[in-house]
DNA sequence: CACCATTTGTTCGTATGTATG
DNA sequence: GCATACATACGAACAAATGGT
């Protein structure tokens, strides 16, 4: 998955759909950690700016929290069937 | 109990936690010395610094007190309900 | 007294990561 | 992309207090 800069899509938005997407599939579990801003930079090739933005959109969805010096963690989501009461 | 880095919660405050319920449960009498920061790098595989600021999290709390030289110490908790005022 | 081991207290630096401009 | 600020964590060194010999 990458970023198509010829979408009507605002990059921010596809970025979003694409992590919204990772951790719908599980590929990245809840209390797992976010690629950093760093790394997104690179993989995405987007400014961290952009990548922000995105993570703002997530974080308004109460998809993912930030813990400042930490990262960014994929919340537990309400209607995730899986391991409610503990792993 | 073990300190989990990839946990959203910055493992001072994890450890305070193992901490706050050592004492809770009194596997850690008040009056009894806490381990040492040595030790506690030892057993938590955390830095000293990292092990200070989850004392100095406890010290804030009013949970123990530090004797220089000797060490840290658990403090008579004030809703400790053993001996308070027994008439 | 001096010496040493242990323990807490303090300060310097380094690295990573988030938040903001 | 960069600069700044703040939070977190690790590393190293030194000081000061304590206790035992």
Chains 1, 2 share one sequence.
Do not use: C
Not at 64 to 73: A, C, K, N, Q, Y
């Amino acid at each position: 998955m990458s970023i198509n800069h010829d979408d009507v899509r605002a990059p921010y938005l596809q970025l979003a759909d694409i992590l919204r997407e990772r951790i719908a599939k599980g590929e990245i579990a809840p209390g797992k950690r976010l690629p950093s801003l760093m790394d997104m930079e690179r993989e995405f090739g987007l400014n961290q700016k952009t990548i922000r933005k995105s993570l703002a959109v997530l974080k308004d969805e109460g998809l993912i929290e930030s813990s400042p010096g930490r990262g960014m963690f994929v919340k537990a989501q309400p209607d995730d069937d899986r391991a409610e009461d503990g792993d």
